[in-house]
């Protein structure tokens, strides 16, 4: 009960934050006290009502903004874990949002290095496929262009990385 009542809060609220009249109602309150100041003489007391104030509310938010990015982060990974589980992906990706920062960077360092040994391939077949029919279509000689381009795009970022 006091879950899904704070979910409807912070989803609430959340929203609430985003909307372009809660900046300007805060924008306002902002003008409103700055504009008091000189009734107020600039007092201490005077600087203590905002920073108080903005504190408070500060200290809330990040509360609840966490708690409604932890939901929204947990909810596209089950959508992408599911499509994951139903499509020909590898299911051993499923999950590996729990895994520590360095063995998701080696997981990911890994399938970079597949798409580009994939995109090598289709790039070599479709050159070869352009250079034993030259009399081949001009589809075929396009497609051979743009995976060449590719290929060596791929290799001359890959040289970027290992010269940084």
């Given amino acids: 009960m006091i879950e899904k009542a704070f979910t409807w809060m912070a989803n609430r609220v959340a929203h609430l934050a985003g909307l372009p009249w809660t900046?300007?109602?805060?924008?306002?309150?902002?003008?409103?006290?700055?504009a008091s100041g000189p009734i107020f003489g600039f007092s201490d007391t005077?600087?203590?009502?905002?920073?108080?104030?903005?504190?408070?509310?500060?200290?809330?938010?990040?509360?609840?903004i966490q708690n409604t990015q932890n939901r929204d982060g947990a909810a596209?990974?089950?959508?992408l874990d599911e499509l994951i589980r139903v499509?020909?992906?590898?299911?051993?990706?499923i999950g590996i949002e729990h895994l520590t920062e360095s063995e998701?960077?080696?997981i990911r360092a890994k399938c970079?290095?597949?798409?580009?040994?994939?995109?090598?391939?289709?790039?070599?077949?479709?050159?070869?496929?352009?250079?034993a029919g030259k009399q081949g279509s001009s589809n075929d000689r396009k497609i051979?262009?743009?995976?060449a381009k590719k290929t060596v795009?791929?290799?001359?970022?890959?040289?970027?990385?290992?010269?940084?």
């Fill in 23 to 34: 900046f300007a109602l805060c924008l306002l309150i902002v003008v409103i006290w700055a």
């Fill in 87 to 93: 499509s020909r992906a590898h299911n051993h990706f």
């Fill in 144 to 147: 051979a262009h743009t995976a």
């Fill in 104 to 106: 998701v960077e080696e």
């Fill in 153 to 164: 795009a791929a290799k001359n970022g890959s040289k970027k990385k290992t010269a940084a």
């Fill in 112 to 131: 970079e290095a597949a798409a580009k040994r994939h995109d090598r391939k289709i790039a070599e077949t479709a050159a070869s496929k352009a250079v």
């Fill in 46 to 64: 005077w600087q203590l009502v905002i920073n108080t104030g903005t504190t408070i509310v500060t200290f809330l938010m990040v509360f609840l």
């Fill in 76 to 79: 596209i990974q089950a959508k």
